[in-house]
């Protein structure tokens, strides 16, 4: 086919994308890394509450289309970073038992073919490369691992340190949260060097200062300046894939460039657009010998999607909370099951969290009744100065009929939900938690920082749509990620997933695109030739500039 060829064609520079540019550039190989957005512009509106939380400012204008035919907007962003340039940079390994078969009270979440003993090493490759900082042995649950984190956790600002302790007075374990950041402080406060600097727009903001540990930052820059084999083009829509005749291996990519044709070839093409995106774009690379869509010969390519049951919520502490940055603490206490007998309950509940802190503006946007009944005469500044603010996540189980899909050229997402039990049951325990460490146990729901019309709009945690496995009549990819039904097609973002856990999984991303490029490195007989790009100072007079 027409256009420049290259050895490995990358389509998407979110954490899985990006990663692996990462990695295949230090082989010295020709690779294409396509991004269909821009840079995101750094500006003052990046830490604008009013335009990033409530406006929607940064997200993809689109138009998708749920099962009983209402229309919403997917929380999408089409930046170089992709969806990591606003997402919350916590950055968990799955738990061990995460990797086997789970019995959920709405059905079981299946067992992944490939252990977490495979997982290990890249794990810990994954956290050293995003700067994780953290802290081992706080955490019940979590797997067990041959290193340390690289850099220290995070510390507690006063409010949160005081629930730290109150917690553990109680009997609970909670630890500090495991942070992507580029992160140097003490005593508590960032040092005047450090690109982080503990501000409250962390949590669902991009970062000016480059402090949030972004495909973009720790990956994409770096790979760019340190290898010239290494090509980025921006505003590239990809509209399909191309097979040869036989239908058996992809040739090449064929889409637009800021509106004007483009294509390109490659021996291996890696599709990593995230999980709702990679599965539209193989749908629309429909052929003759893929009449349902390339490498759908299960029927399962869009099926399977997950995006995690999740709730923001805000409790009113009754001492003022004057904390910044507020996402430090987790609880895991509830991950595989109820400890108090008394509920009779034999199923997970779930992963606590805190948030990104509310101020006036989201909370005004928010509109919410519940403050008027239960603080009618505050206004919503003294609201947000008391604010206390959780993520709650639960698993939801994979099904067939969670798919998304093009009806009369319009994208569709399908959406049963399960395990809404299990949710419940999880904010009540956090209602507990609250009375007991001078929190009013009043949750209210903070639905714009999931993004408008949740749950369905709510892609934070996409996952499962193209899910791999040892089967090709039950999945689509095999162990290392390859297409079943393709010789050289790979997907590197949480479309593999055939189950979610409950927690975030973007560090599961990273961490399976260097399991994946180690396999790519040794399928092309390559051998490193570049120094793993070091991180880029953003300070540096001569930023990477894309083809």
Not at 72 to 99: A, I, M, Q, T, W
Not at 244 to 262: E, K, L, M, Q
Not at 386 to 401: G, K, Y
């Amino acid at each position: 086919m027409p256009g420049e060829h290259y050895d490995v064609i990358i389509v998407g520079s979110g954490p899985g994308g990006g990663t692996m540019a990462w990695r295949l550039a230090q082989t010295g190989k020709r690779i294409l890394l396509i991004e269909r957005g821009d840079y995101l512009l750094r500006e003052p509106r990046n830490w604008d509450s009013q335009a990033v939380i409530v406006d929607g400012y940064y997200q993809a204008k689109e138009t998708w289309y749920s099962s009983d035919g209402s229309s919403f907007h997917p929380g999408l962003h089409y930046y170089v970073g992709g969806n990591s340039k606003f997402y919350g940079s916590v950055l968990f390994r799955l738990r061990e038992k995460d990797f086997a078969e789970i019995r959920h009270q709405d059905g079981i979440a299946p067992a992944w073919p490939v252990g977490y003993d495979e997982f290990e090493p890249y794990y810990q490759a994954a956290e050293e490369l995003f700067h994780v900082h953290g802290l081992r042995g706080e955490d019940p649950t979590e797997p067990w691992s041959n290193k340390p984190y690289a850099h220290p956790p995070v510390s507690h600002e006063p409010r949160i340190q005081e629930l730290f302790d109150n917690l553990k007075q109680a009997g609970h374990h909670p630890f500090h949260l495991p942070v992507g950041v580029r992160l140097v402080e003490k005593d508590g406060r960032a040092v005047s060097t450090s690109p982080c600097i503990k501000c409250e727009s962390f949590d669902g903001f991009p970062c000016p200062t480059n402090g949030k540990s972004d495909a973009q930052t720790m990956v994409v820059d770096p790979a760019l300046r340190d290898c010239p084999n290494l090509t980025l083009l921006t505003r590239t829509y990809i509209e399909r894939l191309v097979t040869d005749a036989a239908g058996r291996t992809v040739t090449g990519v064929v889409g637009t460039r800021d509106g004007d044709p483009f294509e390109a070839s490659a021996d291996i093409v890696v599709v990593a657009c995230g999980a709702l995106s990679s599965a539209l774009l193989l749908l629309r690379s429909a052929s003759d010998r893929h009449p349902n869509g390339l490498a759908n010969g299960s029927d399962q390519v869009g099926r399977n999607y997950m995006r995690h049951n999740n709730s923001t919520v805000l409790a009113i502490s009754k001492t003022p909370n004057p904390t910044r940055f507020q996402k430090t603490l987790g609880l895991n206490d509830f991950y595989f099951g109820d400890p108090d007998p008394k509920d009779g309950w034999d199923f997970p509940l779930g992963h606590i969290q805190m948030v990104g802190k509310s101020d006036g503006a989201q909370i005004h946007g928010e509109g919410l009744p519940g403050f008027l009944q239960w603080f009618p005469n505050k206004p919503f500044d003294w609201i947000a100065k008391h604010s206390v603010d959780f993520w709650l996540t639960s698993e939801d189980i994979p099904l067939a009929q969670n798919r998304i899909y093009y009806r009369d050229g319009k994208v569709h997402l399908d959406l049963t939900e399960t395990n809404v039990e299990a949710h419940k049951r999880l904010r009540h325990k956090l209602q507990e938690i609250c009375a007991f460490t001078d929190i009013h146990p009043h949750l209210f729901d903070r639905s714009l920082y999931l993004g408008k019309n949740v749950p369905i709009g709510g892609t934070a945690h996409q996952a499962g749509t193209l899910r791999f496995g040892d089967d090709p009549a039950n999945s689509v990819l095999d162990r290392n990620c390859k297409a079943h039904e393709l010789d050289n097609l790979y997907v590197t973002d949480a479309s593999f997933f055939p189950s979610i856990g409950a927690v975030n999984p973007t560090l599961t991303i990273i961490a399976n695109a260097l399991r994946v490029a180690d396999h790519l490195v040794q399928r092309m007989g390559a051998r490193d030739e570049i120094a793993p790009p070091r991180l880029f100072d953003h300070t540096e007079p001569r930023e990477p500039v894309p083809a």
